[in-house]
């Protein structure tokens, strides 16, 4: 769905839909540079990433593996606290696989530097992240986000695979959440 047909849930448009995909083939070109005459295999995080490894996994002139893992982390209501329970495992063995984890956005950065531990006891041969979306708290872990669409202010965004309780995950671009739809 586009932006309109939901006009009085948003108040900005942050990303269109095709400056994600603008954004999402640059880094492709890396990507096949970095991987050239390599093994890769997309590890994305359900279900926030669906959409971006959907585009991102398409864009790509590379045979690529893809495979998924639905994590939860316990916590007190919005606040990940870094405690991560695996819901749904790989299917793959990583040993000696060049892993590239495929994340929505980066908020604190506490679920994804529990996943990649995770991923690297595995004795994959390279554990590298790929994330559309980074916001300013992930600057207080310690996470090197190899290819980043883009960094966007400290607000709740929903589309393109982000949601606000299941919904607006199909909303096409990234958007800001009106605050009367949350209280
Ligand atoms: P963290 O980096 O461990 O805090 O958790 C990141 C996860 O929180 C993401 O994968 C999203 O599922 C969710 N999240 C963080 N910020 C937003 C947002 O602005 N909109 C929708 N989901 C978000
Ligand atoms: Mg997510």
Redesign the pocket.
């Known amino acids: 769905m586009e932006p309109r047909d939901i006009d009085g849930d948003l108040t900005e448009i942050l990303i269109e839909e095709e400056q994600i995909h603008g954004r999402l083939a640059e880094l492709c070109r890396r990507i096949e540079a970095d991987y050239a005459g390599k093994d890769l295999l997309l590890v994305g995080?359900l279900k926030?990433?669906v959409m971006v490894m959907a585009d991102l996994a398409r864009e790509l002139k590379h045979p690529i593996a893809m495979d998924w893992m639905a994590v939860s982390?316990y916590g007190s209501g919005t606040q990940?606290s870094?405690v991560v329970r695996i819901l749904k495992d790989l299917d793959t063995d990583l040993h000696g696989r060049n892993v590239l984890i495929v994340?929505?956005?980066?908020?604190?950065?506490?679920?994804?530097s529990w996943l990649i531990a995770n991923l690297k006891s595995r004795q994959p041969e390279s554990v590298e992240i790929c994330a559309l979306l980074r916001?300013p708290?992930?600057a207080r872990v310690d996470i090197d986000v190899k290819y980043l669409g883009f960094d966007i202010p400290n607000?709740?965004?929903?589309g393109y695979g982000?949601?606000?309780a299941e919904k607006y995950r199909n909303l096409r671009s990234v958007a800001v959440?009106a605050p009367h739809i949350y209280s």
Do not use: M
Not at 103 to 112: A, F, K, R, V
């Open positions: 995080v926030g990433a982390s990940s870094g994340e929505d956005i980066i908020d604190s950065g506490l679920t994804l916001k708290d992930a607000q709740f965004v929903v982000l949601d606000y959440l």
